[in-house]
């Protein structure tokens, strides 16, 4: 209901019409006080189970960003909270840390967005460190509970 009482007094037609400029304007600015800018940024298509999206992933080549040669990714590393990271270097232009979080939509669907940065030194360092943790496995837990 508030939802549309807001929409009421909305140029919608207006705001549909600039849509594609102003995504433009967030997705391509020049710099950012709250940490670096990603030099890409992509959506996949909506799957039906975790393991087609990662199938996906898995099989999806990774690009430069500036001259869309192959790259061979790392292995993803799990920074928590459905997030992973990977890195690849173009031998012309650098290193690129990767970055994708997984979301579990409420109708059961799976996708993944995708970040690409130009990496630093920092970024790297960070990278390997994280690489280096070892997994956190979790315990299963047992229904049975000891009777005190």
Known sequence: YNTALVCSHLDLAAGIASYPELISQFTHHSGSASGPVPVEHAASPVYASRTELWDMIDHS????PECEKELELSRWVNQGDHRYMALAKCEEH???LYR????HGDDDSWQASRLVYKADEGMVENFYARQAKPRRRHRARSGNKQSQ
């Open 61 to 64: 080549p990774a690009r430069c």
């Open 94 to 96: 650098g290193p690129f």
């Open 100 to 103: 994708i979080r997984v979301r």
